[in-house]
């Protein structure tokens, strides 16, 4: 699961599963069966301990192009990076480390170089994963890392599967393109895969003509079948794992992707965010466009649930459903 906002899992979990509870997932991470790190597009993702140590391996080449590219690749151009890698493996065994405190101990040895860049090699070089803490629910923590193999005690896999890549992929988003496959996990080459897997997958056409792949049993639902609200939370991979994401989101909304958002009747119509008092918690929910009575009454019953669920200590809980919103998000300005 999409996992760059600490609890956006829980929800994304909630939203998904009756009687979810976050103990369930907390404990699951401290125990060290589930786990965060940089995977997929090398965002942090959470996943079990399994899909960590067998789907890595997938994604070096790419995160090796990405890392030259990058600012912290262009800053250390003519260092040994498997001397860097060596040095921050012993130094991540010795005990869990924040990027700031690898980097600073890390330019001691290259003292001619950006401590943050030597830090991100090891984001993009080595498996290394979040421990707890961070990622708990109702428990805050700074990003701190250590090596997935040192964590979980055994290596990667020695023979990862493009294939079954692929194959998870269609079961959970198709049917699906193999532009989409490719925008979900940031690996490139994959029609070469996709063919190979043809004769056991169903292929449909979309309205623009494009070729579709899925898995025999995926289910397809009459699109007369009613989809209750939703609520998202941030990045959530219903919005970002296809290629063409209008499927769910309007191309004016696109950014909303970065906050939490509300699906009525399968589509992305307000966003949302929870704020907390002493005491108390607010929902406030801003449509996207004007909502009928219907969908307004069914919205506020679901938010009540979503503040039963993430605010529940709260003596006061409140919905509230605004104006429509007058123009369309724009994307966050991001830190260099």
């Not at 170089?113 to 990622?135: E, K, N």
């Amino acid at each position: 699961m999409q996992a760059q906002v600490p609890n956006s899992p829980y929800v994304g979990l909630w939203t998904r599963l009756e009687g979810f509870r976050p103990s369930e997932l907390a404990d699951l991470i401290s125990k060290r069966r589930a786990v965060r790190l940089g995977l997929l597009r090398n965002t942090i993702h959470l996943v079990t301990a399994r899909d960590c140590l067998a789907l890595y391996p997938l994604f070096p080449t790419t995160l090796e192009r990405t890392l030259k590219t990058s600012p912290f690749g262009r800053n250390l151009v003519g260092v040994d990076m498997s001397s860097v890698v060596a040095e921050a493996r012993v130094l991540l065994q010795d005990k869990p480390r924040t990027f700031s405190e690898l980097g600073k101990l890390l330019h001691q040895r290259w003292p001619d170089r950006d401590p943050t860049s030597l830090a991100y090699v090891i984001r993009h070089l080595v498996p290394i994963v979040q421990v707890p803490p961070r990622g708990i629910w109702g428990k805050s923590g700074q990003p701190t890392w250590t090596s997935a193999e040192h964590w979980l005690g055994r290596p990667p896999a020695a023979k990862p599967s493009l294939e079954k890549l692929v194959r998870r992929y269609l079961g959970a988003f198709g049917p699906a393109s193999i532009a989409d496959v490719s925008a979900w996990s940031g690996l490139t080459g994959l029609r070469a895969i996709v063919e190979r897997l043809r004769p056991g997958l169903r292929t449909f056409q979309d309205e623009r003509g494009r070729e579709l792949f899925d898995v025999p049993d995926g289910p397809l639902p009459d699109p007369d079948t009613p989809a209750p609200p939703r609520f998202l939370p941030e990045y959530d991979n219903l919005l970002i794992g296809h290629d063409d994401r209008t499927r769910v989101i309007d191309h004016a909304y696109r950014y909303v992707i970065f906050t939490g958002t509300l699906l009525v009747d399968g589509f992305v119509q307000a966003t949302w965010t929870i704020k907390r008092g002493r005491d108390a918690a607010t929902l406030t929910i801003e449509p996207l466009r004007r909502l009928s009575k219907t969908d307004r009454l069914a919205v506020a019953e679901e938010g009540e649930r979503l503040l039963a669920f993430a605010a529940g200590e709260a003596s006061q809980r409140d919905v509230r459903i605004t104006a429509v919103a007058t123009s369309p998000p724009q994307a966050p300005q991001l830190r260099r």
